[in-house]
């Protein structure tokens, strides 16, 4: 059987998804969306309501490749979840080398281009975000179970910082054209990890010694 | 004497100045910025030859307001080198709050708003960035001679990744349009100095220890 041919909704959908990475959402024109998916304005309204539309349609994309395409492979190179964490952000390290610094992440440079009042927009973007952030989350709560994390951690903040992080190491190397400020900022977190670990590993010294107190202490 | 009337020059820039940080570079028109100016388009290019030179003007009062405009108030409330670290983030936490979560810096939004090719630009964003990290670089310092940061710690990457943190926690703040994820990550980056804080006085202590050894030791 030949291979399928993908339908013309996803030629949209992909042309859209490059176009809107590499230029941006307001320099992109309709134009050249179509020209790249090869179809016509009719097929277009057949999908789309109008370009927003589209937009929104790039963002369930992303939300629903987290996993499978962004996160996947990935994961398959380690099974620790700290390193894992640190294989993410170097997939994006990847993709700032790869557009040579102009990009890395896609839904942070929409955050901050995207009008703010074009709300549904917004809260497809929160989506992204909170979808990322959540696996993070996933990912330190097996690590705190594996005692790398300290019980006084907010896990649940500290997947925000991780993609904080990320975000603002990939806005300075755009500006730089550059990896070095990317590359700082993750030493940085890396850094902050080790204190973490340093700390799980006193409390987990101080449990040990609440279970099993110092023979020679209780003599006393 | 009268108070001296801004000049048609200054009127432009600081025209151009709000609208930028309102509506983005690309969707501020020149008709917006001369009306807002009260300015024609003929004293408009006796100063200017365009509306990139304008933007290059725009970062250069960016770069000269650093310390009069940005730091200096912030610094007058505090002599502490890390208090005045995070009362600058608590600085750009009311900008969130002012602008109703559209905005908060109006470097990153410039630095992932403009395109790549425009490196004179991007050079005056980075130098923006720079002269930011080092004002930070400098109270981290401080810090250390202090005694409040270890001596292992890169002062350099650590003052970036301030920086980092901020520009990350004012995108997502945009997009969730409400100020949680800004406090997350500076609560995390707080956590991390508690970390760092930490680290010193280990270092300390153990350099204590060794000016003045233990007399039960030495005398073993």
């Given at each position: 059987m030949p291979p399928t041919q993908p339908s013309t909704r996803d030629r949209i959908l992909q042309a859209a998804i490059e176009l809107f990475y590499a230029h941006g959402y307001a320099a992109t024109g309709m134009a050249e969306i179509l020209k790249k998916a090869d179809a016509n304005s009719g097929s277009f309204y057949f999908f789309f309501t109008s370009k927003e539309d589209l937009l929104m349609a790039v963002l369930d994309w992303y939300q629903a490749s987290l996993?499978?395409?962004?996160l996947a492979p990935v994961f398959k190179k380690s099974q620790d979840p700290i390193r894992r964490i640190f294989l993410l952000l170097e997939k994006y390290r990847q993709n700032v080398l790869a557009t040579e610094f102009a990009f890395g992440c896609p839904l942070g440079r929409l955050a901050l281009e995207?009008?703010?009042?074009r709300r549904p927009v917004h809260d497809k973007i929160a989506a992204n975000f909170t979808g990322w952030s959540r696996a993070v989350q996933e990912l330190l709560e097996q690590a705190r179970r594996q005692g790398?994390?300290?019980?006084?951690?907010d896990l649940r903040q500290l997947s925000r910082f991780v993609l904080t992080v990320m975000e603002g190491a990939v806005m300075q190397a755009r500006s730089y054209q550059c990896i070095e400020p990317f590359d700082d900022c993750i030493a940085q977190l890396e850094a902050y990890f080790k204190e973490l670990r340093t700390a799980a590993q006193d409390e987990n010294g101080k449990k040990a010694n609440v279970k099993k107190p110092n023979p020679s202490r209780r003599r006393k």
């Open positions: 996993g499978p395409v962004l995207i009008d703010p009042d790398q994390l300290p019980r006084r951690c």
